[in-house]
């Protein structure tokens, strides 16, 4: 029997709309014991507290994820910092830093939305910091400046995970001397992502989280279509293959590790 935790989906988002509960229940049928739901911005952090008050195993977050960045003013700010109150948020995020130029991947993004990214990222993690919650980061190309942003808020150590972890050894072994987790989604099983199951190799199951990011990055299996919680359970499988481990090894550990950083039992 395994007893996984999906530590970051979007299941509140407009891609569920339809099927919501079936979703839900299929994820449970494939062994998730709970789920955290992950608010992207003001409003949807708002719709993903809602969602975990209708759901006993489904736990949220609040915060705002750095393309929102710009459209966050007081009013914003003021909405999660009521919404991390409530006693099923375990979390603040996801938030941190997303320098990828979607328009335009070989420039960077302009140094005045940088600017407003990291103005944005210190705020919500002096909010983690009053309310002593863990962070959910999300970083995209800006990996030195979310550690240096991290470390001027919280000093040497750092309660948190960096979701979706994509980068290299290097990073990783820094990430890990500040306490952070690292949290693997369903890109560890694409074609091409033999450096990322490397590094899942080497990291220690001790720090590590998993997660589907749902409805985005579904695994080599089913990609190209919508993601959701259940396929969490072959994130974890890709894991138990790179370290030679058995799945309930790593359904285990990982959830107690998740158990851990979010104080739920
Ligand atoms: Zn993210
Ligand atoms: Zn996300």
Redesign the pocket.
Known sequence: MTNLIDT?CHINFHQFDEDRKEVIQRARDAGVECMINIGADAETSQQSVDLSGEYEFIFSTAGV?PHYAADTGVDEIDLIEHLVKNEKVVAVG?IGLDYYNRSDPDKDIAKELKAIQQRVFASFLEVAKKTDLPVII?SRDAGDDVLNILKNCFGSHVRGVM??YSQDKVFLDRCLDLGLYVSFAGNITYKKAQALREVADYAPLDRILIET?APFLAPQAVRGRRNEPAHVKIVAEEIARIKKIDLEVVSNQTSENARQLFEII
Do not use: K, R, V, Y
């Open positions: 970051h994820h996801e999300h979701h979706c990011d």
